[in-house]
């Protein structure tokens, strides 16, 4: 395993890192702030970043990037597939159409019968019976059953260049109030 880490090579800093990129005064090789002319720059490319732009640090206290304002050209979003959320969604049946042409058919043999008693029991028998069938061994939605939904994930998130660790994307509103 420390190997693996051993031949990562880690990325080398851009351009003089003791003058300021926006006006060549001379700043401090671990600076990321020029305080002649008060420019905010990328710590590793070097380039100038404005409040609109994409702001990140680095995280992870051990790095040397830790606090280190970074851009999101060099540091791009990471995309990461989630494992899905899966859930179970009651779905409703037919069972009102299905009452209706049990009735019916009620009607029609008590008509033929003359017999209510004759004609509630076969229709609740059909009803049960063969609506039990119908949504069993036919797979048919009579009474309603649930159906398994999976929701697919994605999360994005940004990763420090150099230790790739979390990088905290800084907010916009928090760097105005500082004066940035």
């Known amino acids: 395993m420390s190997d693996e880490l051993e031949t990562v090579q880690k990325p080398q800093r851009r351009g003089d890192v003791g ?16 305080p002649t002319c008060q420019t905010d ?7 100038r970043l404005l409040p609109a732009d994409v702001q ?3 995280v992870s ?20 597939e989630e494992p899905p959320i899966l859930y179970n969604e ?19 043999i008590w008509y033929l019968s003359s017999s209510f008693l004759a004609a509630a029991i076969i229709s609740v028998t059909v009803y049960f019976g063969a609506g039990y069938y119908l949504q069993k061994q036919l797979d048919w939605n009579l009474f309603g059953k649930e159906r398994s939904v999976e929701q697919h994930r994605r999360t994005s998130f940004y990763r420090c260049i150099h230790c ?6 800084l907010r916009k509103e928090s760097l105005i109030q500082r004066g940035f």
């Not at 003058?19 to 020029?34: L, Q, R, W």
């Not at 051990?62 to 060099?74: N, Q, R, T």
């Not at 790739?164 to 994307?169: C, F, H, L, N």
């Open 19 to 34: 003058k300021c990129p926006a006006c060549g005064s001379s700043v401090d090789p671990e600076a990321y702030h020029c």
């Open 41 to 47: 720059f990328c710590f590793h490319c070097r380039a």
């Open 56 to 58: 990140l640090e680095c």
């Open 61 to 80: 206290q051990p790095c040397s990037y830790y606090g280190k304002l970074i851009c999101s050209i060099c540091d791009g979003k990471v995309e990461q």
């Open 90 to 108: 009651p779905q409703d049946g037919y069972w009102p159409a299905w009452l209706a042409l049990v009735l019916f058919l009620a009607g029609i």
């Open 164 to 169: 790739q660790g979390r990088a905290k994307e």
